[in-house]
């Protein structure tokens, strides 16, 4: 079945330094969603891209989507504590409106 | 605007226990999500509900059953619970393709 791999499951960061989550799909993505959760929280809606080789950003968070619609990365530039949390990545498959996820990835920032 | 609530916050139960949750979405929304996140793990896709209908569900044993009410809000049951089973539950509603998620019921099986 469709599956979204999401890589690295961990990182930890100096606060400063840039930070990015890789997500890979088996199959053609028609978009893909980004979520951040807070540690104690719940997922929350950051962004959607749905065109082929799309770029959108999010003050110091950059979102791609690739050509092949496949593969899609969020970077976080000069980290804060603030960004701590978990961020997934959600794709969904032509007209199906059931989201895959990615297991994560936790980002840990030392001030 | 209300968000999405869930009730219990949390809920405690012992193996063999059958849980109820419940989930109110988003006033206008009528599709509902529930997902199951382990401690650690990843979001797991349980089941999906519009309009009263199951649209889809995930790769869960049939002890995990739910449904959706005519004013949308929904009920997860889970059967026969398993230690494993013990896991942060949570409901989304959803507004074209964005989810937006309830703070979840955190379910504990002794």
């Known amino acids: 079945g469709q599956q979204v791999m999401q890589i690295p499951q961990y990182q930890h960061v100096q606060e400063g330094e840039d930070f990015t989550t890789y997500c890979n799909s088996s199959?053609?993505?028609?978009?893909i969603q980004w979520y951040k959760q807070r540690p104690g929280g719940h997922p929350v809606f950051l962004i959607q891209?749905?065109?082929s080789g799309e770029v959108k950003k999010q003050k110091r968070l950059t979102f791609q989507f690739g050509e092949a619609k496949k593969n899609s990365s969020l970077h976080i530039t000069a980290t804060q504590t603030t960004d701590v949390g978990t961020y997934f990545c959600?794709?969904?498959?032509?007209?199906?409106?059931?989201?895959?996820w990615g297991l994560g990835t936790s980002l840990a920032v030392n001030p | 605007e209300a968000g999405v609530t869930q009730s219990p916050t949390h809920l405690i139960k012992t193996r063999g226990q059958q849980a109820t949750l419940r989930c109110s979405p988003i006033?206008?929304?009528?599709?509902v999500y529930w997902y199951q996140q382990a401690l650690g793990l990843g979001l797991q896709f349980l089941l999906w509900?519009?309009?009263?209908?199951?649209?889809n569900r995930g790769n869960f044993p049939p002890r995990f059953s739910g449904r959706q009410f005519p004013n949308y809000s929904s009920e997860l049951n889970v059967n026969a619970l398993e230690l494993e089973d013990s896991a942060l539950y949570l409901c989304?509603?959803?507004?074209?393709?964005?989810?937006?998620f309830g703070p979840g019921t955190r379910l504990t099986v002794l």
């Open positions: 989304a509603s959803r507004s074209y393709n964005e989810q937006f």
């Open positions: 006033s206008g929304h009528t599709s």
């Open positions: 509900y519009d309009e009263g209908e199951e649209r």
């Open positions: 199959t053609t993505l028609s978009n």
């Open positions: 891209l749905v065109k």
């Open positions: 959600a794709g969904a498959a032509g007209n199906n409106r059931k989201l895959i």
